[in-house]
């Protein structure tokens, strides 16, 4: 097997908001690796710094946000010429220039936010080719045009024209990920990209962002609170709770071997087909307010597994294998053996046999 290619390194990511109230700490510490043609999943309720964390790698930054520390390495080729730089110290006008939209291009959840009403799809296509890459207006037209095909529209040269209001959700998507991959980027994030999707096209924009995947080798980063959308696509999954990463490992480990309570939660509360339980599981409790500061495991409250510990002490990051990765004190060698709840290690098993 040929030696992974490093694209993308956080470490130690941490983000605050300035408020009225105080010092929201919504990212604290954040470590993230991404290698080329691979898929990483950022998944946790909402609030958990998902998209703090991925909008600070596009330096999308409001104006009470703040970098307290951390780095972000994004490994890229200018030509032949392989680049290593810290975006996180690149100003304002040179992420536009060089690395937003270029380089690293993002999918939002609303294609309707996204587009701009008053331009027609054809401007908003070429507007990126023609500023980056300094191409004609025929070149970028021509290149439109491809693109189109590309994600799945036929009628392309008709498409052009249209409004985004004279579209669908799943067609404004496609046209929003066209847009995204115009410059040939490196990384592709797509921040809940079918949210705001009706379930079958949900699965088709899924499969076409796989097989563009494949086809131009580019790194995705997903970021999404739901877990069939991670089973489908992922590689590596990144579990995230009160701007922490709780748990990372393959889709296997997070799936089948599963240490982390939250993580535990996260997967019974996944709706099941075949449960005969009355109720959907949720967790108890509510995730902590940011603002404050937080002793020990953030996950504690709402833990019914919790040692004395956890109140007292943040848990390190414990090593289960080369890949799988936990911060609960019950990975430690000498906490007590902790079985994973009875119902879950069913769904496992289900999930096991589906797999198989």
Known sequence: MSERECVLKVRNLSVSFHTISGSVNAVRGVDLDLYKGETVAIVGESGSGKSVTVKAIMGIMSSNQVINSGSIEFHYKRGEEPVEVDLLTLTPKKMRNHICGKRIAMVFQD????????????????????????????????????????????????????????????????????????????????????????????????????????????????????????????????????????????????????????????????????TTEKRLYTIPGTPPNLINEIRGDAFAPRNRYA???????????????DHHRVRSWLAHPAAPKVEIPESLKERIGKMLKEAN
């Open 307 to 321: 040692l004395k510990i956890d109140f007292r002490k943040e848990p390190p990051v414990f090593k289960i294998n």
């Open 111 to 274: 294609p309707m936010t996204s587009l701009n009403p008053t331009l027609t799809i054809g401007t908003q296509l070429t507007e990126g080719m023609i500023h980056h890459y300094h191409k004609t207006k025929k070149e970028a037209h021509d290149r439109a045009i491809e693109l189109l095909k590309l994600v799945g529209i036929n009628n392309a040269e008709e498409f052009m024209k249209s409004y985004p209001h004279q579209l669908s959700g799943g067609m404004r998507q496609r046209v929003v990920i066209a847009i995204a991959l115009s410059c040939d980027p490196e990384l592709l994030i797509c921040d809940e990209p079918t949210t705001a999707l009706d379930v079958t096209i949900q699965a088709k924009i899924l499969e076409l962002i796989q097989n563009l995947q494949k086809k131009l080798g580019i790194s995705v980063i997903y970021i999404t609170h739901d877990l069939g959308v991670v089973a489908k696509v992922a590689d590596y999954v990144n579990v995230m709770y009160a701007g922490k990463i709780v748990e990372s490992g393959t889709v296997d480990d997070i799936f089948y071997d599963p240490r982390h309570p939250y993580t535990w939660g996260l997967l019974s509360s996944m709706p099941d087909v075949d």
